[in-house]
């Protein structure tokens, strides 16, 4: 008799309204230890191919820095979701500037890179396993995927968490209206 009231509990709990799976979420798992509004902290890094970078080359520009694993699903969905409405959309503007940060083991970059070409992934990325970078931004063991929305002037204007429609909706209005903004300042 006790089987059927757990499967009727759980039944009920996932049957709460996304919006209040998402609060729940946020209030006991998605710590981010920046605002929005705060100002991009500093940091270096080396992508994939090579290059070292560091957070001033993204001055003038809007940035998405994705914080993802392989192995995690809401990874690989928010990263294909990026690669289609935000990197191709905007890659040749150079308005938009797009990073992935990794932190699966970088001892085996041959099947995270396999995994990138399997999944059609092309905007840059760069390990974060130590999440040196990551702790700027989130509070250590964080979820993933997370997301840091930048605009030109270099302040946050979005955090995001897991992979929700909403949040997404909203990254991509917001980037459409800054880039819309830059090419109006820009004539």
Known sequence: ?????????????MALPNEAQEKFHRDTDSK???????????FSFVTLSGDSLDSDFFANSVVVLQFVASWCPFSTS??????RDIWQKYQATGNVQ???FSVDDPSDTTTFRKFLAANNITYPFCY?????IYKLFSTPKGTVPRCVLVNEEGRIVQLSDEFYRKDYKRMRHLIRGMVKKMNKSSK
């Open 1 to 13: 008799m006790k089987l059927p009231i757990v499967l009727l509990l759980t039944s009920l709990a």
């Open 32 to 42: 981010f230890i920046v605002n929005e509004g705060d100002l991009l902290p500093p």
């Open 78 to 83: 928010e990263m294909k979701a990026i690669e």
């Open 98 to 100: 797009v990073y992935g």
């Open 128 to 132: 974060d396993c130590d999440e040196r």
